[in-house]
């Protein structure tokens, strides 16, 4: 990809977010999970100072199936990552998948303006990036 084809963030982006209240319980994020089709959920700030958190289908198998623990008695904000890892929009997608490599994540929220606007993924980065 040389120089004039390169994409940004907003361009790769998925541009649904689902997001949820962290006193949800596991069981209720796998529900949302399989209604809207998603392995991402953002968690919701608790008041403006707050940060968002971010819970991903692999936290809920790391941290919750492979401890064999009940997902009904588990909520949201005990197994989120939070503060998260963000880009912004008018990022170059190939410094985001630099950044990506970096950290070790394989996705992170879009932030513009204080305000989640997408999630973007290697998988979206390389779908909807690298293609015209």
Do not use: W
Request: charged residues 25%; aromatic residues 6%; contains cysteine.
């Amino acid at each position: 990809m040389n120089e004039q084809m390169s994409k940004t963030v907003r361009e790769a982006m998925d541009t649904e977010v689902v997001m949820i209240d962290g006193m949800a319980t596991v069981s209720e994020a796998i529900q949302v999970m399989v209604d809207k089709k998603t392995s991402t959920l953002i968690i919701d700030k608790r008041y403006e100072q707050d940060e968002y958190g971010i819970l991903l289908a692999a936290d809920i198998a790391n941290q919750v199936l492979a401890q064999n623990k009940a997902p009904e008695r588990i909520n949201a904000y005990e197994i989120m990552s939070k503060p998260i890892l963000f880009v912004r929009p008018d990022m170059d997608i190939r410094y985001c998948s630099r950044f990506f490599k970096r950290f070790g994540i394989s996705q992170a929220p879009v932030i513009d303006h204080a305000t989640i606007i997408g999630i973007v993924s290697y998988d979206s980065m390389i779908i909807k990036g690298m293609t015209r």
